[in-house]
């Protein structure tokens, strides 16, 4: 374990995932497994959007050595925001304990979805230092947000955006599937256009991967790494609502890169622009963005992540 970990803030969002007192008792068990690590963890919970931010920045104002993160991928998203926007040149470093619907992160890392379990392979862990993604609206700036794990622009934008909160409360990742579904038969599959360096490419989609993982079972973005300074991008240039659903089986078989029209390219920045007044929206971590055009450039050395040995 690395030193200078010990004072640590555990920021709990009880609203994501299953949630409730079992999870406290998860927690509880992992603090004292990061107490016999020599970590202390105070233990506090969210209110709403955006608590998680300004908990994180606190943190670090504070002098804190470390920040856990138990919830979501928003939560962490959030908590992301809070700790890369500081400028106190005091940099915090975070750990995850999974908690919420999609947990990508937690499947990149390799940890196990058990908290009592996570903490324990945590606690062994090192921190390493990675880059991040910054999604900036360019006509929006001032809402501009950090991503650890995946971004996108076309119909997984609306799809976060027309998302019943509700619904996702109740039914986790299937209120994806289920707006995922309503939006392959009533979106317009609008193009805009992509952007990295001298190349240009007219797409429906493009979804802007730092980790292979997508979310639910699924991996698109395969040869993506945390731990180096570059996306992968991959971009549909159909559309089709039915040709999106025939590509489904691939996604699921792990060979969409087979699959014609389905484009993947590396870049550490890249922007996409509307070619009319048809609104496309981008997302990053899975929570609302803007609407384009949106600028996404990887910043390195951007977040010190506490990980398990055996990630790396």
């Known amino acids: 374990m690395t030193f200078n970990l010990r004072s640590a803030l555990l920021i709990h969002n009880p609203n994501a995932g299953n949630g409730g007192s079992g999870r406290r008792r998860m927690l509880d068990q992992a603090r004292r497994i990061f107490a016999g690590g020599?970590?202390?963890?105070?233990?506090?919970?969210?209110?709403?959007?955006?608590?998680?931010?300004?908990?994180?920045?606190?943190?670090?104002?504070e002098g804190r050595g470390l920040v856990i993160a138990c919830g979501g991928d928003g939560t962490l998203n959030e908590i992301v925001n809070g700790l890369a926007a500081q400028k106190n040149g005091h940099r915090v470093p975070l750990a995850?304990?999974?908690?919420?619907?999609?947990?990508?992160l937690a499947k990149e890392l390799d940890l196990p979805w058990d908290i009592p379990s996570a903490a324990e392979k945590l606690v062994r862990g090192v921190v390493k230092e990675i880059a991040l993604g910054?999604?900036?609206?360019?006509?929006?700036?001032?809402?501009?947000?950090?991503?650890l794990s995946v971004a996108g622009s076309g119909p997984d934008g609306m799809i976060v955006y027309a998302i019943d909160l509700d619904l996702k409360a109740r039914l986790g990742i299937l209120a994806y599937w289920w707006q995922g579904a309503r939006e392959a038969f009533r979106y317009k599959f609008p193009h805009f256009r992509i952007v990295t360096g001298n190349m240009s490419i007219d797409a429906s989609l493009v979804i802007v991967g730092r980790t292979k993982n997508y979310g639910g079972p699924f991996k698109i973005t395969t040869g993506a790494d945390l731990f180096e300074d570059h996306f992968e991008l991959m971009a549909l240039t159909t559309q089709s609502g039915f040709r999106y659903l025939s590509y489904l089986p691939s996604l699921w078989l792990g060979d969409l890169r087979d699959t014609e029209g389905v484009h993947f390219w590396k870049a550490d920045k890249l922007v996409c622009e509307p070619l009319d007044k048809n609104p496309v929206y981008a997302q990053v971590d899975g929570e609302p963005l803007a609407r384009l055009p949106v600028e996404f450039r990887i910043i390195p050395r951007a977040l010190k992540l506490l990980v398990p040995s055996n990630s790396l």
């Not at 020599?38 to 104002?61: K, N, Y």
């Open 38 to 61: 020599g970590i202390e963890a105070d233990l506090v919970e969210t209110t709403g959007p955006g608590h998680a931010t300004e908990m994180a920045r606190r943190a670090a104002d």
């Open 96 to 104: 995850l304990l999974p908690g919420g619907t999609a947990n990508v």
């Open 134 to 147: 910054l999604a900036t609206p360019l006509e929006q700036p001032e809402k501009k947000k950090y991503f």
